[in-house]
């Protein structure tokens, strides 16, 4: 029969297991490690019999997990990466449509599953926009697209100028009211 002894005493005298006489949370009557404190049981778990119920509880988490992790995976295999050009402000309105399109399809996706949070790509100095990418089921590449121009609407102006229409403009209004329009280039200075 082992004896009975504290961690704290299994310490002091230098060993490096103990007996507590109590089960464990899993309900093992063993002998501990005195390092950290866990039984002998649960660390050997490979040394459970089949048919306890720790055994049947860890199989079925196992399974549950596979499953689960087998048709994420599939759900991750059937999207596409799609590129929309957008401007910086809009982009985390398209990644949330992204994600919802996604999510109708297939609930086990994360939000990082869709958005993978790239760099933007080719951004365009006049316009502000740039290349973002997200994943989408194929059927859904149009509606996204759709959703990012719409978006993109809503926070650009919608204003054009024709800047030589209103050159023409302003140097006729100037005629008419009788002002001088010099044409001639200025003079460099030297």
Request: charged share 20%; aromatic share 6%.
């Amino acid at each position: 029969m082992m004896d009975i002894k504290t961690r704290k005493q299994a310490m002091f005298d230098g060993e490096n297991t103990y007996f507590t006489g109590t089960p464990c949370k899993n309900g093992h009557i063993t002998y501990r490690y005195v390092q950290s404190g866990t039984c002998y049981e649960c660390i050997n778990g490979h040394r459970i019999s089949a048919d306890s119920n720790t055994a049947k509880l860890r199989e079925s988490r196992l399974a549950e997990t596979s499953s689960a992790l087998k048709v994420k995976t599939d759900a991750k295999s059937s999207l596409v990466l799609v590129k929309v050009r957008i401007v910086p402000k809009v982009r985390e309105q398209v990644a949330a449509a992204a994600f919802a399109l996604a999510n109708l399809r297939y609930p086990c996706l994360s939000m990082t599953d869709v958005d993978p949070e790239r760099a933007p790509t080719d951004r365009h100095p006049s316009s502000g926009q740039a290349l973002y990418s997200f994943y989408c089921h194929d059927d859904d590449v149009a509606m996204l697209r759709l959703i990012a121009k719409d978006a993109v609407a809503a926070v650009t102006p919608t204003f054009h100028i024709d800047l030589n229409a209103q050159i023409a403009l302003n140097v006729g209004q100037a005629i008419a009211a009788g002002d001088i329009v010099d044409s001639t280039p200025p003079m460099s200075f030297k």
